[in-house]
């Protein structure tokens, strides 16, 4: 979880109040409930919330890289125009994860009960044969 080990550094802009390095750690929480849920029971509300999580991740990694947002209400501005490594990784892992909670999102609607390919088009009482 790269985002609890840059939050120190981060939270000494803001050492007594809502700052990037809080979020930082908030994040990173909401990372980490998402990944219990989806082990301890992966139905599709527990992916649909991963992908949400991931995906709102890298919109906020790409947003404060590309535009200067300023500072919105107790949310501070936090523009940060560079790539290092740490935010590279982050932000591949946040889409990969984001993707991939979508891709089995997507595959267990195909596999829910009564939703069998072989089953379509068949009528009722119908012969195979």
Known sequence: MIHVQLA???KRAAPGGLGQGTLFLVQAGAAALAAVFVLLRGSRTNFA???VVGFSSLAAVILYRYVQVPALGPLPSMYEPVWYTAKTITAVAEAAAGALAVTVYA???KTRPGSRPAARG???GA???
Request: proline share 7%; aromatic share 6%.
């Open 127 to 129: 012969s195979t044969t």
């Open 107 to 109: 595959l267990q609607h």
């Open 49 to 51: 919330a991963a992908a």
């Open 8 to 10: 120190p550094g981060y």
């Open 122 to 124: 068949r009528r009722r």
